[in-house]
């Protein structure tokens, strides 16, 4: 069992913060860009679930969904959420015109091919996938995830029910007792939200409170606050990712 609901909730949302700090200070600024991704390629859709689901028990108002955008408004997106400054570029040539690419972010590419060339049909999955990480439903049956890169992709397709992972958080997400995410990335995550329900049932907060976990507004209060609170994934992931 993993060690997400025995935490203090002042713990959990210290690490949360402070992740956020870091990140909003560092050279690739990911909560900069996964508030402007909020506002542009998200909706929030009022949730859907029958009234015995775990979601619909809690007061939960709704669902993010990705928007009908193309993919390369995916692409620009993930570039900005996931690839440091210096590569996304390159890594944008390698994805859209086959440009040779050796670096260390080059695991990215083959499975962007892979969505570009499928896009149409993936996105009409992603649309009609209308739970999130919360409901009593299994999470997305997406495709084994073999690297980091592929992981992120996915979570960003399904940004309220897919948590990503990186090198450091991996490590993290192991020896608190989850599964292995490049073994069984769909157990890691049905794990880590069984254990964000039992927190939540722990405490009390509902699932608009546990989305209020995640606060990058308290650290830049100009900032644009998301009408439904912050995506689950972001919640779970920043609980184990710590920018450098």
């Known amino acids: 069992m993993g060690d997400i609901p025995s935490r203090p909730l002042d713990e959990i949302r210290r ?22 991704a909020l506002r542009t390629d998200y909706e929030f ?42 590569a996304r570029e ?3 040539e390698a994805v859209l015109e086959g440009t040779p690419f050796g670096g260390r972010q ?5 499975p962007l091919q892979w969505l570009q060339a499928n896009w149409s049909n993936i996105l009409g999955k992603v649309r009609e996938y209308n739970k999130c990480g919360l409901c009593d439903s299994p999470v997305p049956a997406v495709a084994q995830v073999s ?18 992972f990186d090198t450091r958080s991996r490590g993290r997400i192991k020896r608190a007792g989850y599964p292995d995410p490049t073994r069984d990335f769909l157990a890691m995550n049905r794990e880590l939200f069984r254990d964000l329900r039992k927190l939540s049932d722990a405490h009390g907060l509902g699932v608009s409170g546990v989305r209020q976990l995640d606060s990058p507004c308290a650290v830049v209060p100009q900032w644009w606050e998301p009408p439904g609170g912050q995506p689950l994934s972001r ?10």
């Not at 690490?15 to 402007?36: D, F, H, L, P, T």
């Open 235 to 244: 919640v779970v992931d920043k609980i184990f990712y710590s920018p450098d």
């Open 45 to 86: 859709i009022k949730c859907p679930c029958a009234d015995d689901c775990w979601c619909r028990r809690n007061a939960c108002p709704g669902h993010y969904r990705l928007k009908e955008i193309n993919f390369e408004a995916f692409l620009e997106t993930y570039l900005k959420l996931w690839i440091p400054p210096k």
């Open 106 to 110: 080059r695991n990215a590419i083959k």
């Open 147 to 164: 690297n980091l890169y592929e992981g992120k992709m996915w979570s960003q397709l399904f940004y309220d029910s897919l948590v990503p």
């Open 90 to 92: 390159r890594i944008k």
């Open 15 to 36: 690490v949360i913060q402070k992740s956020n700090e870091r990140s909003a200070e560092g050279s690739q600024k990911y909560v900069v860009w996964e508030n402007r």
